[in-house]
């Protein structure tokens, strides 16, 4: 729950965020983010990397509860299997189930500021997933202390500290290194009165010089959680879910913005324990998974205006289940782009991506992109590529009493098209539009193919389309007061629609979220989010098609006191009961905290 100890702080980080937004459009060499994820604590007493992407325009968190417990992550209306972290250019997958595409075990305070990837974009930095990746990047270590803790009207509880020191060496190049560890403990994470726990540590080591930086990060984190009623499982059955992460990452990167070069290697075991009462008995699923991924780019200048980048990754995906089987599977990627300057402002990409799968058919990808620089405050682009996914092993293989998996599901395959265009008059103002028409082949999602239907089924529902419009407004109304908007307009069309869609067809028709940053003093922060969004129909959802969203936060620092923060956070303030899963009654009900945190 760290906040900068000096506002003026916050609003430079701000501002350095929406113009990284711009940047990062372009695909310019890669560069180091020194702007952090922790610029709000609207989020409470929630610490996770999901709780602080929740006002991130661009991505979508979609909780079971709170966030901290388990959440989905929706790029422009996709599915939870098509969205996931990317760390350093490695995409964090969960090949169990996908679910938990945003977990990481690292802390929000020691990762950059996000950058949502879509397109040409998303493989031009790395490995990403089926519709785009919420980008982050490590921090570069300084000396700091990090002390947290915070309650909650329900009981809830939560502590966290960590440090970050660094030493400097010949050339004035640096070593950095620090430690991190958290303790949760929150009850009634939602109507149903699912409770949360958590315990998590770790370490990291940072070698930085004027060529690269390296890091090695490794981390742990053990949680706990109700699941009663999710899933699409009869809420009279109690259930709980109890996951261990143990991560590895090692990542290398260069600051030549002639001749970029990335290298990462990322090692995981992610141990899942669902547990369910049945009148009959326990039902129990017991997972571990074990992800090796080693991925690296480099971007080779043949001359001025033309050069290539090349792209690799190999990963291995292994299982050990009681419910889903044992399976090892391995993917390889290589991709291919090469860039030229046609004329003054105009730059072209055209390339090719290959991914090769050890258990389907492999896929040969196009890449396609033109940039145009306007004007110094204009730029505009248009762009095509496709990507693949592969099921997941619950999706092929799982058996429960809420839903069905289905061993002989293809790839699903997405082909996207958009043209876009960012304005930035000023450093007080910047504007993004982006229009979008993506198609997804052999789509995968979670169906009840009739109303006689009592579970969820995974099946292949045939093609989608998707035809959206995404824009992005922020302007500094007064020198202490940042407004931004963002509008996400969605239409989707299915072959083979069925009676009830979990995921695939149940999304935001319209999505508009406000935000509001006031630094009244330099001693008050007030930070306001109002979200509202209109979902499509579904014939198991209950109650309203919209829901609204409001949260505030309220922050104080001392006099004479720059490193102490106090903050009262309220979320859900008109206690909106919308079902974020159609026929699901789980829903995070009002909730109010006061946290305390210290940073020097």
Do not use: C
Not at 145 to 171: C, I, K, P
Not at 177 to 200: C, H, K, T, W
Not at 457 to 483: C, F, H, M, S, Y
Not at 579 to 591: I, K, L, P, S
Request: no cysteine.
């Amino acid at each position: 729950m760290k906040i900068h100890s000096k506002l003026h702080t916050i609003t430079a980080v701000s501002l350095f965020a929406f113009s990284s937004l711009q940047a990062e459009t372009e695909l310019s060499p890669l560069l180091v983010q020194d702007s952090p994820l922790v610029t709000s604590q609207i989020t409470g007493l929630d610490d996770s990397v999901a709780a602080h992407l929740q006002h991130t325009p661009g991505v979508r968190v979609i909780s079971q509860g709170i966030p901290g417990g388990q959440s989905d992550l929706s790029i422009r209306g996709s599915t939870f299997q098509g969205a996931g972290l990317s760390l350093g250019g490695l995409a964090l997958r969960n090949p169990q189930t996908e679910h938990f595409h945003s977990e990481i075990s690292f802390p929000a305070w020691w990762l950059s500021a996000p950058v949502i990837r879509t397109g040409v974009g998303q493989i031009a930095y790395g490995e990403g997933h089926l519709a785009g990746s919420v980008a982050l990047y490590p921090l570069r270590v300084q000396d700091r202390r990090v002390l947290s803790a915070g309650v909650d009207q329900e009981g809830g509880f939560q502590v966290q500290g960590g440090f970050q020191h660094t030493e400097e060496t010949l050339h004035r190049n640096t070593f950095g290194m620090g430690a991190f560890g958290g303790y949760a403990d929150l009850p009634n994470v939602d109507n149903l009165g699912n409770d949360m726990e958590s315990i998590r540590a770790g370490g990291q080591l940072q070698y930085h010089s004027h060529f690269g930086q390296a890091d090695v990060w490794f981390g742990f984190q053990e949680k706990t959680f109700g699941t009663t009623g999710y899933y699409g499982v009869n809420p009279d059955f109690r259930s709980e879910e109890k996951t261990e992460d143990l991560h590895a990452i090692a990542l290398w990167r260069t600051f030549d913005p002639e001749r970029p070069f990335d290298l990462g290697l990322s090692i995981r075991e992610f141990k899942d324990d669902y547990r369910l009462d049945l009148p009959t008995g326990e039902f129990r699923n017991q997972h571990t998974s074990d992800i090796r991924m080693l991925q690296s780019g480099y971007r080779h200048p043949f001359a001025h205006d033309f050069g290539v980048t090349v792209r690799g990754a190999v990963e291995q995906e292994e299982i050990s289940s009681s419910n889903l089987g044992n399976f090892d599977r391995y993917r390889v990627s290589g991709t291919l782009l090469p860039d030229a300057l046609l004329t003054e402002g105009v730059r072209v990409y055209a390339g090719i991506r290959a991914e090769v799968f050890e258990d389907f058919d492999d896929e040969i990808l196009p890449l396609a992109r033109i940039e145009f620089t306007v004007s110094p405050t204009l730029f505009v682009y248009a762009e095509y590529n496709e990507s693949v996914r592969q099921p997941s092993f619950t999706e092929l293989n799982y058996e429960s009493p809420g839903s069905l998996g289905n061993s002989g599901l293809s790839t699903e395959t997405r082909e996207n098209f958009e043209i876009g265009a960012n304005w930035q008059p000023n450093q007080e103002t910047f504007a993004s539009a982006a229009l979008f028409h993506n198609t997804s082949k052999n789509t995968v999602d979670w169906i009840r193919s009739s109303p006689e239907s009592t579970r969820f089924e995974a099946e292949n529902i045939g093609k989608v389309d998707t035809l959206g419009l995404e824009l992005l407004v922020r302007q500094t109304v007064l020198p202490n007061l940042d407004v931004t908007g963002n509008l996400v307009l969605l239409d989707k069309d299915g072959d083979n629609e069925p009676h009830a869609s979990r995921y695939a067809l149940d999304y935001a028709e319209q999505l508009l979220t406000v935000q509001l940053d006031w630094r009244a003093t330099d001693l008050l922060r007030v930070e306001a989010t109002q979200s509202w969004l209109n979902q499509s129909k579904n014939e198991l959802r209950e109650g309203s098609d919209s829901q609204w969203l409001t949260s505030v936060a309220v922050h104080f620092r001392p006099e004479n006191m720059e490193n102490v923060e106090f903050s009262l956070t309220g979320s859900n303030l008109f206690d909106d009961d919308f079902q974020v899963f159609a026929g699901q009654n789980t829903y995070a009900e009002r909730r109010f905290s006061a946290s305390v945190s210290v940073d020097w």
